[in-house]
């Protein structure tokens, strides 16, 4: 947004001795692994102390009581963009960025601006405290907070560490000596504080959902051809390479798989495929390593992929006994 505080009639500021410094805690603002899938890590606190010393024209028998303003803009990698502000990969601006902002309530309604930025008088946009050095003293300090927050329903980006520095140039300080120093556009000052690097680290987390069973149904001595089908649903950060590996709990890794008769020992061999032709190429689990007869490898999109999983049965043998058979397939994601 682009404008100004609009200057309250009245008002005015000494400034000319005032003394006040802030810094940041933590620096860098760091929130933690940013896991999109499980929504963690999604906001931080940055605790801002002011530190202000007593002006030398106001007696120590006296209170010296400051107006400490702290107004940011958008950061080092695009200082005009505030509404959203944005976090990039390795501070790449060029990539596609990592939506954030930072807030001067715990409710996350009153995003925090420069006054460069600001259009009209909108106080609960500036960080603001009193600090009040007591009599017989020369220095006093008071906190301020800015509520950090990841952005909600993003796509989820590549695993990385995003980032955004807030360098000095780009959070302003304004003291005042009497009235609000939230409502005057002049008298900011960077010097009067350090910057921070607002920092998220997104994981390489994926969310997989545990496929329906397949069930052959009832089937005569000599059956032939018979195909069943499931699937394995993975939602991966976009370009997170995995695997999918499938293993029979009575038969192999290679995908071949037997079902075991519920109350004896006789066994129906069944094959894993990734198509549904008895000559399907086998699916089984090699690791992390897709082999011919081991585990399939793909690339997160940000949305839930859909990989259909086939199981064949060529016949059954005609002196099968009757009865119920299964196996357990386990299947395991490699990221």
């Known amino acids: 947004m682009t404008g100004a505080f609009a200057a309250v009639a009245g008002f005015s500021f000494q400034t000319a001795k005032a003394d006040c410094r802030v810094a940041t805690t933590p620096n860098p603002a760091q929130m933690p692994a940013v896991d999109f899938l499980n929504n963690t890590g999604m906001e931080t606190v940055i605790e801002l102390t002011a530190t202000c010393y007593r002006d030398a024209g106001v007696a120590r028998n006296q209170e010296d009581t400051f107006h ?12 005009l963009q505030v509404d959203p502000r944005y976090l990039y990969l390795n501070r790449n601006a060029a990539l596609a960025g990592l939506e954030y902002n930072i807030y001067t309530d715990p409710a996350y309604t009153h995003i925090v601006y420069s006054n460069t930025y600001l259009r009209g008088t909108e106080p ?30 993003q796509s989820i980006p590549p695993a990385g560490i995003y980032e955004n520095n807030i360098s000095s140039g780009s959070i302003a300080v304004k003291i005042g000596k009497s009235g609000d120093c939230r409502k005057d556009i002049s ?28 069930d052959f149904g009832e089937q005569s001595i000599r059956s032939k051809n018979m195909v069943g089908q499931t699937a394995v649903r993975v939602n991966c950060p976009k370009n997170t390479p995995y695997a999918i590996g499938l293993s029979s709990k009575y038969g192999e890794k290679t995908g071949n798989g037997q079902m075991k008769h519920k109350s004896g020992t006789a ?20 690791g992390n390593v897709e082999q011919p007869r081991g585990s399939r490898k793909f690339n997160g999109t940000s949305a839930t992929a859909v990989h259909p999983v086939y199981a064949t049965i060529a016949d059954i043998p005609a002196d099968t006994p009757a009865g119920d058979y299964e196996d357990t397939v386990t299947v395991n994601v490699y990221y």
Do not use: F
């Open 124 to 153: 609960n946009r500036i960080l603001y405290t009193p600090v009040t050095v007591p009599a017989n003293t020369n220095v006093a300090t008071a906190k301020m907070y800015a509520y950090v927050k990841i952005a909600p329903n």
């Open 187 to 214: 008298g900011w000052n960077p010097s009067k504080i350090g910057g921070t690097i607002m920092q998220a680290t997104v994981v390489s987390s994926c969310k997989i959902e545990a496929p329906d069973n397949i």
């Open 267 to 286: 066994l129906i061999p069944y094959a894993l495929r990734d198509s549904a032709s008895q000559n399907g190429a086998h699916w089984g689990d090699s």
């Open 68 to 79: 400490v303003c702290v107004g940011m803009d958008g950061g080092r990698q695009s200082y």
